[in-house]
């Protein structure tokens, strides 16, 4: 697990975390602790440049969202009371979605393995890289931080139809084993939850987190001819691959949360009615 050098996760208790993390590759979904991998937000450990780097990409990506991002993403923003002048909170955060939704975020100090992420999500709890990214890698980071997982996933996360997909999923992907299946449902992660696209108000709309925290990937999404953007559908949806290192050349439109949260239920049922044997 890797985790970006950091006051925020720095010490005993980010050290054990990263060990756990670690330990948990290769474990079943009933070996799973996922507390061992949760850390403190020690919030006074954040310095003015932190929260200036917070404040500047909230800003420039405001520019944009304000008018092209979801309305129940817009919602969420205003729910969970998230502010342009400092790092988020999470205890101000879990308050808020706790009244709405039950979700909670967990800090973590980076990465997790597939499965332990997936044991979080099962319980209604969204992983939390606490990180903030360097000054001088504002525009593009490899690594999760704050930025990409409270902007723009938290959100979401007060919605009570997204919020249930979500737990959805995870309880589905921490319960199969089956390689076919792992794929498919990284490819419905990659294209909803990463890179989702939905119709609003007659007019597409960006709610993926990886569309919601690039500016570069957020106006390409949109404005670019060259993207294919194909009516959701769960089957081609999980037939398509991905590849992380470019912009995206095909994005998946939703018709609305309730499309992607029914579809879900079903893959889900049809994956733990399975037996033991060949789901994990």
């Not at 999500?121 to 001088?136: G, M």
């Not at 979500?166 to 449902?185: K, N, S, V, W």
């Not at 949806?237 to 992607?260: A, K, R």
Request: hydrophobic share 40%.
């Amino acid at each position: 697990m890797k985790s970006i050098e950091h006051p925020v996760v720095d010490g005993a208790e980010a050290k054990r975390a990263l060990e756990a993390a670690a330990a948990s590759e290769g474990m079943s979904a009933d070996q799973i602790d996922i507390e061992s991998m949760v850390i403190t937000q020690n919030y006074d450990r954040y310095s003015d440049e932190d929260h200036e780097v917070w404040s500047i990409i909230y800003n420039k990506r405001w520019a944009q969202i304000e008018t092209d991002a979801s309305d129940v993403f817009l919602r969420g923003i205003r729910a969970i009371n998230l502010r342009p002048d400092r790092v988020p909170d999470l205890r101000e955060v879990n308050a808020n979605l706790a009244r709405m939704t039950g979700w909670q975020s967990r800090g973590v100090p980076g990465y997790l393995p597939a499965k332990s992420f997936f044991a979080f999500l099962a319980k209604r709890q969204f992983p939390t890289t606490i990180a903030v990214r360097p000054k001088s890698q504002m525009d593009y980071l490899p690594e999760p931080d704050i930025i990409h997982d409270v902007f723009g996933h938290v959100p979401l996360h007060a919605d009570p139809v997204f919020a249930d997909f979500l737990q959805t999923y995870g309880q589905a992907a921490l319960h199969t084993d089956d390689p076919h299946h792992t794929e498919r449902l990284a490819r419905l992660f990659w294209f909803t939850v990463e890179f989702g696209l939905i119709r609003e108000d007659g007019r597409l709309k960006l709610y993926g987190s990886g569309l919601i925290s690039s500016e570069g990937e957020g106006h390409h999404a949109l404005e670019s001819p060259e993207v294919d953007r194909r009516p959701f559908e769960m089957q081609r949806v999980c037939d398509t691959p991905f590849e992380i290192d470019h912009y995206q050349p095909i994005l998946y439109v939703l018709d609305s949360f309730e499309q992607l949260r029914d579809a879900m239920n079903t893959y889900a049922e049809m994956l733990l009615n399975q037996p033991a044997a060949s789901a994990g």
